[in-house]
């Protein structure tokens, strides 16, 4: 059975730094893109950042360039989301998501979701 | 980037009830459309992908049809564990964009 288990959230003040965990069972992680989207309290959907499986493609969302860096452990079947400079509009639920197939971007598995909140 | 834009932002209906959600794209985007369900406090489940493809497990009762900017989500019959947020989203191109979620109601 595939899971994800998203992890690592929590309250943060402005300009401090977070890291996010996902960690991947019941598939060959190294063979999937992995992605985080976020959704703040209320609103709709926000990709993030997606990371192939051998990390050699990486892409962000221009709201977070620059502060976050998405990163991979295949060998712990685990994904990552180092935040810093966080700002009160990046608090949202973060959830990590598996891409259906390499090449489309859909998301068929995703983690539970984890919260952080940016607020002095 | 590509917006992605549904209709209506709510629908209230009764079990049985037919539904049916919009979602338009700002440009052309073939059939690389998603639909989503989301209910309070999980995460989103994919239902139908390519526009049209029912992900592995989904009931036949929901249906996307569409291609270019105009996509609809059908769900035939309405039932109880619909009750539930619809996101669409375009894998065209990047970064993938999702509509703003229409939320279907209890009547």
């Known amino acids: 059975e595939v899971q994800l288990v998203d992890s690592g959230g929590g309250l943060v003040k402005p300009g401090r730094s977070l890291r996010l965990s996902c960690v991947a069972s019941?598939?060959?992680?190294?063979?999937?893109?992995m992605n985080w989207v976020r959704q703040a309290p209320g609103k709709g959907l926000e990709w993030v950042s997606s990371?192939?499986?051998?990390?050699?493609?990486?892409y962000y969302a221009d709201s977070v360039k620059g502060r976050f860096t998405i990163s991979r452990d295949n060998a712990k079947s685990s994904l990552y989301l180092q935040m810093n400079s966080l700002r009160a509009e990046d608090t949202a639920i973060y959830y990590c998501g598996r891409d259906l197939r390499t090449g489309w971007a859909y998301s068929d598995f995703w983690g539970q979701g984890t919260l952080v909140t940016v607020s002095s | 980037d590509i917006q992605m834009t549904q209709s209506p932002s709510s629908v209230s209906a009764s079990v049985g009830d037919r539904v049916t959600i919009t979602c338009r794209a700002s440009q052309g985007i073939g059939s690389w459309l998603a639909w989503y369900q989301q209910k309070p406090g999980k995460a989103p489940k994919l239902l139908i992908y390519g526009a049209s493809t029912l992900e592995s497990g989904v009931p036949s009762r929901f249906t996307g049809s569409g291609s270019g900017t105009d996509f609809t989500l059908t769900i035939s019959s309405l039932q109880p564990e619909d009750f539930a947020t619809y996101f669409c989203?375009?894998?065209?191109?990047?970064?993938?964009?999702f509509g703003q979620g229409t939320k279907v109601e209890i009547k």
């Open positions: 990371i192939s499986g051998s990390s050699t493609y990486i």
């Open positions: 019941g598939f060959t992680f190294s063979s999937y893109t």
């Open positions: 989203q375009q894998a065209n191109s990047s970064p993938r964009t």
